[in-house]
């Protein structure tokens, strides 16, 4: 090594002599320089259109096999083939070392005026020709330069245009023209660019300015020095973000960059290991070589990584071995994580309660956050007596919120129990219909004062991404307020019941918070987005977006919704829209007295008994109108209706439960102010299938339920009042 840098060293300081007498150099040329080669490049740089005879070519025809970012031959820092940023390169292969003290700091090309002569770092170089003053301004040969400068040099025969390429960078001139390109970026020359004997000459400040190159004039001595040197910067990142030794793959993005676009040639990494064997502190560093030959500083950066992670250890007991048939099981997770995060976990053949004798084995797989999984299983015996038969013991115990199935389908046998019904003012404004969306369009309007309720539930089965906005305008001649008060959003996504009943959820959150609301002022005539979290996010084709939430204006107002392709302006797209029909299925409307109060004040859960909801027989659907076009409107099934279920006198050790009617359904109650999901897991889907809503204890109770059917669920539903199994005695 001290051999090799010693021999650099004088080559650099030889060459810097030579750099300091350019005028006086001999006409001699650099190894692989001869006048044949120069004669043969000459023939590249030809006029286009000229017979390809070796005596004329198209400028840079012959140049296209070459590849990007091969530079002087003569340069005794050429690159060799690129390294792939991710694979280390062995330090002792690489050459010339960055760490040694030759390594190239400057780099010179002196053009001697009225000549062809040019030294590159004291060697002498000839240009195709000579550097030519033309109507005051100095011109030399395209290639001659730019080659020098490590560019590539093309023709394009389409657009008739003499190409520089290097890196990230083109520059791209024409014949009998001033204007010139960088990057797609167009400037103008001091003069026309033009053919002198078959060879592309463009004025020096253009060729300077396009390839960012400095240089200086020296009228004395004759001869204009362009600074050639220009480091690169090398750059990356390194992914993930976090590491665990022997287990995590790395990978390194290279964003590695040069001030003139030359492209990059040669990495040099040190500390880059696919998968660091040892934790702790590792630093990683970079080189790059442009393809003038030049290296850049290193850049580091510094990771930790983690001690190896392990994988969860699942474990669960059960309070004992053997049960009966219908005895309750209680299962107690002991699963545990080095780092505390399990992030899923999973059970097979898992019940709180078995029905058939004989061995059950049950299952418990848990995940980590990086994936790792842990499992372990247990086996019990279910003995031959019985404790409790199938539909008393899942009525007895399925936890609040959690759905069962009864295997006696006989929820139509039960007696109805009565009740009185009480509708109270609250404006109810649906949009709904059309439900899909195939295009843009208003598809609610209206015009109101005061309190109003909004239930806005779309699909996009268009094939551009839409957004969907409520806007309000002020139709009149005095300023107004509009509050948005609780409200409830969901989506986008494809699940439609899963986002009616999220935006249902999170409006209860909202009334519960006690959010006193966000007022804006609108002017006469002016129309702005309410409810902007609707509008926020674009759907994709097939997502849905569903929303419930209260409003409120001081005069009257105009709201509309509309739906409009992402990227556009609403307020300046609202005047072109026009009204969509209905699709005669779903619903919109306005409708009024949208508060119903359900009371019933007879005890139930003495005896199987059940209510229906939103059936239009004992529970009918509320009248109103589509003021979009003054057609009356049915709001089937009374989505956005807000249920009060009053339940005065509530039997010791009864079971209320959701039951649907209609089909699929995800819901929310609220019972005595708790939030309550129907079901928590999964979706009630059967006509005998049940969620848990609540359970009293041993004295009568009063129970309250605020209840609103949910945008992507069917209708209608049944509450049970079921009388619960006695439990045994302890």
């Given at each position: 090594?001290?051999?090799?840098?010693?021999?650099?060293?004088?080559?650099?300081?030889?060459?810097?002599?030579?750099?300091?007498?350019?005028?006086?150099?001999?006409?001699?040329?650099?190894?692989?320089?001869?006048?044949?080669?120069?004669?043969?490049?000459?023939?590249?740089?030809?006029?286009?259109?000229?017979?390809?005879?070796?005596?004329?070519?198209?400028?840079?025809?012959?140049?296209?096999?070459?590849?990007?970012?091969?530079?002087?031959?003569?340069?005794?820092?050429?690159?060799?083939?690129?390294?792939?940023?991710?694979?280390?390169?062995?330090?002792?292969?690489?050459?010339?070392?960055?760490?040694?003290?030759?390594?190239?700091?400057?780099?010179?090309?002196?053009?001697?005026?009225?000549?062809?002569?040019?030294?590159?770092?004291?060697?002498?170089?000839?240009?195709?020709?000579?550097?030519?003053?033309?109507?005051?301004?100095?011109?030399?040969?395209?290639?001659?330069?730019?080659?020098?400068?490590?560019?590539?040099?093309?023709?394009?025969?389409?657009?008739?245009?003499?190409?520089?390429?290097?890196?990230?960078?083109?520059?791209?001139?024409?014949?009998?023209?001033?204007?010139?390109?960088?990057?797609?970026?167009?400037?103008?020359?001091?003069?026309?660019?033009?053919?002198?004997?078959?060879?592309?000459?463009?004025?020096?400040?253009?060729?300077?300015?396009?390839l960012n190159i400095p240089y200086s004039v020296d009228n004395v001595a004759k001869k204009i020095t362009l600074n050639l040197y220009a480091a690169p910067t090398a750059n990356f990142t390194v992914s993930p973000g976090e590491i665990f030794a022997e287990q995590?793959?790395?990978?390194?993005?290279?964003?590695?960059?040069?001030?003139?676009?030359?492209?990059?040639?040669?990495?040099?990494?040190?500390?880059?290991?696919?998968?660091?064997?040892?934790?702790?502190?590792?630093?990683?560093?970079?080189?790059?070589?442009?393809?003038?030959?030049?290296?850049?500083?290193?850049?580091?950066?510094?990771?930790?990584?983690?001690?190896?992670?392990?994988?969860?250890?699942?474990?669960?007991?059960?309070?004992?071995?053997?049960?009966?048939?219908?005895?309750?099981?209680?299962?107690?997770?002991?699963?545990?994580?080095?780092?505390?995060?399990?992030?899923?976990?999973?059970?097979?053949?898992?019940?709180?309660?078995?029905?058939?004798?004989?061995?059950?084995?049950?299952?418990?797989?848990?995940?980590?956050?990086?994936?790792?999984?842990?499992?372990?299983?247990?086996?019990?015996?279910?003995?031959?007596?019985?404790?409790?038969?199938?539909?008393?013991?899942?009525?007895?115990?399925?936890?609040?919120?959690?759905?069962?199935?009864?295997?006696?389908?006989?929820?139509?046998?039960?007696?109805?129990?009565?009740?009185?019904?009480?509708?109270?003012?609250?404006?109810?404004?649906?949009?709904?219909?059309?439900?899909?969306?195939?295009?843009?369009?208003?598809?609610?309007?209206?015009?109101?004062?005061?309190?109003?309720?909004?239930?806005?539930?779309?699909?996009?089965?268009?094939?551009?991404?839409?957004?969907?906005?409520?806007?309000?305008?002020?139709?009149?001649?005095?300023?107004?307020?509009?509050?948005?008060?609780?409200?409830?959003?969901?989506?986008?996504?494809?699940?439609?019941?899963?986002?009616?009943?999220?935006?249902?959820?999170?409006?209860?959150?909202?009334?519960?918070?006690?959010?006193?609301?966000?007022?804006?002022?609108?002017?006469?005539?002016?129309?702005?987005?309410?409810?902007?979290?609707?509008?926020?996010?674009?759907?994709?084709?097939?997502?849905?977006?569903?929303?419930?939430?209260?409003?409120s204006s001081d005069s009257e107002v105009t709201y509309q919704v509309a739906a409009v392709e992402s990227g556009k302006d609403i307020l300046k797209t609202l005047p072109s829209l026009t009204l969509l029909n209905r699709d005669n299925i779903h619903i919109r409307?306005?409708?009024?007295?949208?508060?119903?109060?359900?009371?019933?004040?007879?005890?139930?859960?003495?005896?199987?008994?059940?209510?229906?909801?939103?059936?239009?027989?004992?529970?009918?659907?509320?009248?109103?109108?589509?003021?979009?076009?003054?057609?009356?409107?049915?709001?089937?099934?009374?989505?956005?209706?807000?249920?009060?279920?009053?339940?005065?006198?509530?039997?010791?050790?009864?079971?209320?439960?959701?039951?649907?009617?209609?089909?699929?359904?995800?819901?929310?109650?609220?019972?005595?102010?708790?939030?309550?999901?129907?079901?928590?897991?999964?979706?009630?889907?059967?006509?005998?299938?049940?969620?848990?809503?609540?359970?009293?204890?041993?004295?009568?109770?009063?129970?309250?339920?605020?209840?609103?059917?949910?945008?992507?669920?069917?209708?209608?539903?049944?509450?049970?009042?079921?009388?619960?199994?006695?439990?045994?005695q302890s």
């Amino acid at each position: 090594m001290k051999v090799f840098k010693t021999a650099l060293i004088s080559t650099f300081i030889i060459a810097q002599l030579c750099i300091a007498l350019p005028a006086f150099a001999e006409a001699s040329t650099t190894p692989g320089s001869t006048q044949s080669d120069n004669t043969q490049q000459k023939s590249q740089d030809m006029a286009p259109n000229t017979p390809n005879d070796g005596s004329a070519v198209a400028p840079g025809t012959e140049n296209n096999q070459q590849t990007d970012g091969t530079v002087d031959p003569t340069n005794p820092t050429d690159p060799t083939t690129p390294t792939n940023p991710t694979t280390p390169t062995n330090p002792g292969t690489v050459t010339p070392d960055p760490d040694v003290t030759s390594v190239k700091s400057e780099d010179v090309l002196v053009l001697m005026m009225n000549s062809n002569k040019m030294y590159r770092n004291g060697q002498e170089v000839l240009a195709l020709q000579p550097l030519t003053v033309t109507n005051g301004i100095s011109y030399i040969a395209l290639r001659s330069i730019a080659e020098q400068a490590g560019f590539v040099v093309k023709y394009d025969s389409a657009t008739k245009e003499t190409i520089l390429k290097s890196g990230q960078q083109e520059v791209r001139f024409k014949t009998n023209n001033s204007a010139y390109t960088i990057n797609g970026k167009s400037y103008k020359a001091s003069g026309n660019a033009y053919q002198q004997k078959d060879v592309f000459m463009v004025p020096l400040t253009s060729i300077t300015k396009a390839l960012n190159i400095p240089y200086s004039v020296d009228n004395v001595a004759k001869k204009i020095t362009l600074n050639l040197y220009a480091a690169p910067t090398a750059n990356f990142t390194v992914s993930p973000g976090e590491i665990f030794a022997e287990q995590t793959p790395v990978t390194y993005k290279d964003q590695s960059s040069d001030p003139r676009g030359l492209a990059i040639v040669q990495h040099r990494w040190e500390g880059n290991e696919n998968i660091f064997a040892e934790p702790g502190t590792h630093t990683i560093t970079h080189w790059v070589m442009n393809a003038n030959g030049v290296w850049s500083e290193p850049y580091s950066v510094t990771i930790e990584v983690k001690p190896k992670n392990l994988p969860p250890v699942a474990m669960f007991t059960t309070d004992k071995d053997t049960y009966k048939m219908g005895e309750l099981i209680t299962f107690k997770d002991e699963s545990t994580d080095d780092e505390g995060q399990i992030t899923k976990t999973e059970w097979l053949n898992k019940s709180i309660g078995y029905f058939e004798p004989g061995e059950k084995t049950i299952t418990l797989r848990v995940t980590d956050r990086l994936g790792q999984v842990g499992e372990y299983q247990k086996t019990i015996t279910i003995t031959n007596e019985t404790m409790y038969l199938h539909d008393d013991f899942f009525k007895l115990y399925t936890p609040i919120g959690e759905k069962f199935t009864l295997q006696k389908n006989d929820i139509l046998e039960l007696a109805k129990a009565p009740f009185s019904s009480t509708d109270s003012q609250q404006t109810l404004l649906r949009s709904n219909s059309p439900e899909s969306l195939s295009q843009e369009g208003i598809v609610f309007r209206d015009t109101i004062q005061g309190e109003a309720r909004f239930l806005v539930h779309h699909k996009n089965v268009s094939s551009q991404n839409l957004k969907v906005y409520v806007v309000v305008t002020n139709p009149g001649t005095m300023p107004t307020n509009v509050t948005v008060k609780d409200v409830g959003f969901a989506g986008p996504n494809e699940y439609e019941s899963l986002t009616g009943k999220s935006s249902v959820e999170r409006y209860f959150k909202s009334v519960n918070s006690g959010f006193l609301g966000q007022t804006t002022t609108l002017q006469p005539g002016e129309t702005k987005v309410i409810f902007t979290e609707l509008s926020a996010q674009a759907m994709k084709p097939g997502h849905v977006v569903s929303l419930m939430g209260d409003v409120s204006s001081d005069s009257e107002v105009t709201y509309q919704v509309a739906a409009v392709e992402s990227g556009k302006d609403i307020l300046k797209t609202l005047p072109s829209l026009t009204l969509l029909n209905r699709d005669n299925i779903h619903i919109r409307g306005t409708y009024e007295n949208a508060n119903r109060l359900i009371e019933l004040n007879q005890v139930v859960g003495d005896k199987p008994s059940r209510i229906s909801l939103a059936d239009n027989n004992d529970d009918l659907y509320l009248n109103g109108v589509d003021n979009s076009n003054g057609m009356p409107s049915i709001n089937m099934g009374n989505y956005g209706v807000m249920y009060t279920i009053r339940l005065n006198h509530v039997a010791p050790n009864t079971l209320i439960a959701f039951n649907p009617r209609g089909g699929i359904y995800k819901g929310i109650f609220v019972v005595n102010g708790q939030m309550t999901e129907a079901p928590s897991n999964g979706t009630l889907v059967n006509s005998n299938d049940a969620s848990v809503i609540y359970r009293t204890g041993s004295a009568e109770e009063s129970v309250t339920i605020l209840f609103t059917p949910v945008s992507g669920s069917n209708l209608p539903v049944s509450m049970l009042f079921l009388p619960l199994a006695q439990k045994p005695q302890s």
